[in-house]
């Protein structure tokens, strides 16, 4: 009888790992927009804002009226021309601010205005997968 369960308990291993995994998949990454606090395992589903996981953006502006308007660089690089303010706030992602998808870390933002007099700059650091807005009025004159 002993030998009879071993031989049937031996010929049912094999079996038992050819089972499916109970393991839940899904995206393990909680930096992604799709994570799933259920996953066990990743699926490859992951996905993320602003291109990649380790991206964010940066947004510059200003919610007070200058009567300026101001070259905004990133790193020395040009970004574009800071044309109106925004008296109500200013939030991430809005079409009419001064913008750039970058990598996460420490920043440079330059506001350069008034025929190239002003110039304003300061250091901002941007956490992966966040939008971060820069008043041109709060960065420093240089």
């Known amino acids: 009888m002993i030998k009879r369960n071993l031989i049937i ?12 995994s109970c393991k839940k998949k899904g995206c ?13 395992e ?7 804002y602003y291109g990649g996981r380790d ?3 940066l947004d510059v502006g200003a919610t ?18 800071s044309l109106m303010y925004f008296p109500n706030g ?3 992602g809005n079409p009419d601010a ?14 350069v205005g008034n025929g190239g007099t002003e110039v304003r ?4 650091f941007l956490d992966r997968q966040d939008c971060k807005i820069v008043l041109i009025e709060e960065l420093p004159l240089k």
């Open 9 to 20: 308990s031996f010929l049912a291993l094999p079996l038992l790992a050819a089972l499916p």
């Open 28 to 40: 393990t990454d909680p930096e992604s927009y799709t994570y799933s606090s259920d996953a066990d």
């Open 42 to 48: 990743d699926d490859g589903t992951c996905k993320y």
């Open 55 to 57: 991206y964010g953006q």
């Open 64 to 81: 007070v009226d200058l009567d300026n308007e101001y070259t905004v660089f990133i790193d020395g690089d040009n970004v574009g021309r």
């Open 90 to 92: 200013l939030s991430c």
């Open 98 to 111: 001064v913008g750039k998808v970058i990598l996460y870390g420490s920043h440079t933002v330059t506001a």
């Open 121 to 124: 700059e300061g250091s901002v």
